[in-house]
């Protein structure tokens, strides 16, 4: 199980300094994966919670590439219904291509009704725009020729080179918790990616109905690579806890439980939903180094 962290590409303190000490941070530890998440328009209801600045996925991921050399980038997730799929398709190629084959696509559909506006973007849309442009993009990534014509979007005869490094195809995690994302993961072939789960959900509903889906559909089961919180306390958390949150012996168990699952990749969220708390990284950083000191043995690949 390889396990990465989320960057905070966002509020005060976010800057090109703090998410180079990010990645590089990450890397040294030897986490395998960082990813960034997305918005556009810094509207009220994104800025209660992602104040600005908010840097782009994109543009960011591709200037890490260079910084770095074997760590994984990936977003967490672009709001797909935002961008044309052929542009998306194009940036996430390309990417994939200037980072020697190390991005990672994750999609999701959106929940800030007032970005969607100001991006004049149908809210009540957003879930069959995403299910659209997702067949869209995977027409575009062979690097040949492509046409689509759908509800939302159509195009005839583009040029969609260069195509993904990887002679597996560039990787799409399918975003969110409901059973849409999970029927999403199956019908596209991605990755299901979860965010703030609790291990007996997962284990008990999450992933024996993305099973069910997979057998009804009759195609292989999706890759399972949740978000996690990562929160570490002095004391045991009661039961009501999420994965990742408590005592490093309840992490570590939380871990251990995903790794048993089959779970490629978890993803560690040092953030929880406190504005304030994007003035100082420090905390964070301090958590990620006591985790892979005390918990894992990340240069060798493997849970102690």
Not at 59 to 85: Q, S
Request: net charge negative; aromatic share 8%; hydrophobic share 45%.
């Amino acid at each position: 199980m390889k396990v990465g962290v989320n960057l905070i590409n966002f509020g005060p303190a976010a800057s090109p300094d703090s998410l180079l000490r990010w990645t590089r941070l990450a890397e040294a530890l030897g986490y395998h994966l960082v990813m960034i998440s997305d918005h556009v328009a810094i509207t009220p209801d994104v800025a209660a919670i992602y104040p600005a600045p908010f840097y782009d996925p994109f543009l960011t991921l591709a200037w890490l590439a260079g910084m770095t050399r074997d760590i994984e980038l990936g977003t967490t997730v672009i709001i797909l219904p935002y961008r044309h799929p052929l542009q998306v398709a194009r940036l996430a190629t390309n990417l994939d291509r200037l980072s020697g084959g190390r991005f990672i696509l994750g999609v999701g559909v959106g929940w800030a009704r007032q970005e969607f506006a100001a991006l004049d973007v149908p809210f009540h849309d957003r879930g069959a725009m995403t299910d659209e442009y997702l067949t869209a993009i995977t027409a575009t990534l062979r690097g040949e020729i492509a046409s689509y014509e759908g509800r939302f979007v159509a195009f005839q005869d583009v040029s969609t080179a260069p195509a993904p490094l990887r002679a597996s195809g560039l990787p799409i995690w399918v975003g969110g918790n409901g059973t849409a994302a999970r029927r999403r993961a199956v019908r596209f072939g991605g990755a299901w990616h979860p965010i703030s789960i609790r291990v007996p959900w997962i284990r008990d509903e999450g992933l024996p109905h993305l099973r069910t889906l997979a057998a009804q559909a009759g195609v292989p089961v999706p890759p399972l690579c949740p978000r996690i919180k990562l929160r570490l306390t002095d004391e045991p958390l009661d039961d009501s806890r999420l994965a990742g949150e408590g005592s490093l012996d309840q992490v570590r168990a939380d871990l251990e439980a995903l790794a048993a699952l089959g779970v490629d990749y978890v993803l560690l969220d040092t953030y929880h939903g406190d504005p304030e708390a994007t003035r100082d990284h420090e905390s964070a950083w301090s958590m990620l180094a006591t985790l892979a000191e005390r918990v894992l043995d990340l240069p060798n690949r493997r849970l102690r």
